[in-house]
């Protein structure tokens, strides 16, 4: 069988040794406001928008890096390929060993060294059978940060994932990753069987330490996008996107075209979305081609109890948004509140 690559995988640290055993165990168990223009920041940001990938070789399928550099998009393919071979050695080598933070904020895992997170995967990748099967389907960035989009298959954790992981490198290391992925997509139950007690989540994924590395470009459009979200200002928000412009979120199964159906939708549903009002910017990664940001929303508003996210947004050569992917655990919300969100998607 000719494989792809794999998922970059979250399972206990030391850190909290004390869940570890119990955790390993299930896990094993189921596992059988307008335009930012690129002038604005100088030409350096131009230079490197100007490395774009061709097509990605090695990549099965194949890899969507239409908003990468080159140099990014062949790191993550061979990455993946390593993970795919269940190449325990040559997959941790992509990592830095000397400063790392891994995390699934999902079901609370998290790793603060190559050390931890070396012995997690090692304790669980002989497990995976010889149809376990993962590959990235987009990368939005370049080698000092981008987004990432990932599948997992069901051989893997016994369901099917979908992931949105920001990363940070330093020297073509990963020296940050959060896999953000949706339980209900995972399945309620499993999730809630994954998932550690809220007292035990990490309430800091790493961003103090690793800095930003964002380009100057996507981090203005990225936290003009969140203050327009925070502050419920649909028109704002809308003015940031492409005429041709498309909004999807991933949890809602949903996807609208064109600056006006994003306006009205954002007009009757901004309010009701967790990284909508009482949500923050966390964190931001990509270029001036695109990346995307991490949000997170203690406030509950409207009894939401969704945390935190992800958005991936690709820019065009204007820096407005062309796409935007939005994806959180909608294991958390429940079915009535939902059918809300998707009721706001219906145009009139």
């Known amino acids: 069988m000719n494989k792809r690559s794999s998922k970059t995988l979250a399972t206990p640290s030391a850190s909290s040794a004390s869940s570890a055993p119990s955790l390993l165990t299930r896990r094993a168990a189921l596992a059988g406001a307008g335009a930012v223009t690129l002038a604005a920041v100088g030409g350096s940001a131009v230079a490197a928008a100007a490395d774009a990938s061709g097509p990605v070789g090695g990549a099965d399928p194949a890899l969507d890096a239409s908003h990468a550099t080159r140099k990014v998009a062949d790191l993550v393919v061979k990455m993946f390929q390593a993970k795919a071979a269940r190449d325990l050695d040559g997959f941790l080598s992509y990592f830095s060993k000397r400063r790392l933070t891994y995390v699934d904020p999902i079901w609370g895992g998290q790793w603060r060294t190559w050390d931890e997170l070396y012995a997690a995967i090692g304790a669980i990748m002989p497990g995976w059978g010889p149809n376990a099967d993962a590959y990235p389907i987009k ?9 990432l989009l990932f599948y997992d298959s069901p051989e893997l954790f016994g369901h099917e994932i979908r992931s949105m992981a920001p990363l940070d490198f330093q020297g073509g290391k990963v020296i940050r990753q959060v896999d953000y992925w949706d339980g209900r997509h995972f399945t309620i139950q499993a999730t809630k069987d994954f998932r550690l007690p809220p007292e035990q989540f990490p309430r ?21 996008l969140s203050e327009a ?120």
Not at 139 to 147: E, L, N, Q, V
């Open 139 to 147: 990368i939005i960035g370049d080698s000092r940060s981008a987004m």
């Open 204 to 224: 800091e994924f790493g961003e103090r330490a690793t800095g930003e590395n964002a380009s100057p470009v996507v981090r203005r459009v990225a936290t003009a």
């Open 229 to 348: 979200f925070v502050a419920g200002n649909a028109a704002a928000a809308a003015d940031l996107f492409a005429f041709d412009g498309s909004f999807e979120d991933l949890t809602l199964k949903s996807r609208l075209v064109g600056r006006r159906a994003i306006a009205d939708f954002l007009k009757r549903g901004l309010r009701l979305l967790p990284y909508g009002p009482g949500s923050s910017l966390r964190h931001v990664v990509g270029s001036a081609q695109g990346g995307g940001y991490e949000w997170s929303n203690p406030n509950n508003p409207g009894g939401v109890l969704v945390n935190n996210g992800a958005v991936a947004l690709e820019l065009d050569r204007h820096a407005r948004i062309t796409a935007l992917t939005a994806l959180w655990d909608g294991a958390l919300v429940g079915d009535a509140a939902l059918g809300a969100m998707l009721t706001a998607t219906i145009e009139h």
